[in-house]
C-alpha cells in the first residue's frame, strides 16, 4: 500500500516563510510526475505546482517568484518552500504523485490528506 504523507503547514504572518514536505511510503518502484495543489474554502482544488522526474518544473501564475518545488528522489519526497507568503496562499495543500508500485506495470495517482496553511495579515 502506498501512501503519501505531507507535513509542514502552519500559521504564518503574511510576507513569511514555510517549507511543505511530502514522503512516499510503501512499495514503490518508481515516481513519474509529483505536484503541489491547494484548495481554499469554497473552491476548487488549482494545481500549485509540477516537478518531473528528471527535475523540470512548472507553476502556477500565484507561484512563480515566491515558490519553489524541489524533490529528493532518494527519500522518494516532494517539497515546496514558499515564500512572501500572502493571505491569499491560505489554503490546504495537497500533494499528488504518479507512482508505479509493487507490481504493477503502470502509474497510478496518489494523493496525501493535505497540510493546512493559513497566512495572516
Known amino acids: 500500500q502506498v501512501q503519501l504523507v505531507e507535513s509542514g503547514g502552519g500559521l504564518v504572518q503574511a510576507g513569511g516563510s514555510l517549507r511543505l514536505s511530502c514522503a512516499a511510503s510503501g512499495s514503490i518502484f518508481s515516481i513519474n510526475g509529483m505536484r503541489w495543489y491547494r484548495q481554499a474554502p469554497g473552491k476548487q482544488r488549482e494545481l500549485v505546482a509540477v516537478i518531473s522526474s528528471t527535475g523540470s518544473t512548472i507553476y502556477a501564475d500565484s507561484a512563480k517568484g515566491r515558490f519553489t518545488i524541489s524533490r529528493d528522489n532518494a527519500k522518494n519526497t516532494v517539497y515546496l518552500q514558499m515564500n512572501s507568503l500572502k493571505p491569499e496562499d491560505t489554503a490546504v495543500y495537497y500533494c499528488?504523485?504518479?507512482?508505479?508500485?509493487?507490481?504493477?506495470?503502470?502509474?497510478?495517482?496518489?494523493w496525501g490528506q493535505g497540510t493546512q496553511v493559513a497566512v495572516s495579515s
Open positions: 499528488n504523485a504518479e507512482i508505479r508500485s509493487g507490481s504493477r506495470d503502470y502509474f497510478a495517482n496518489y
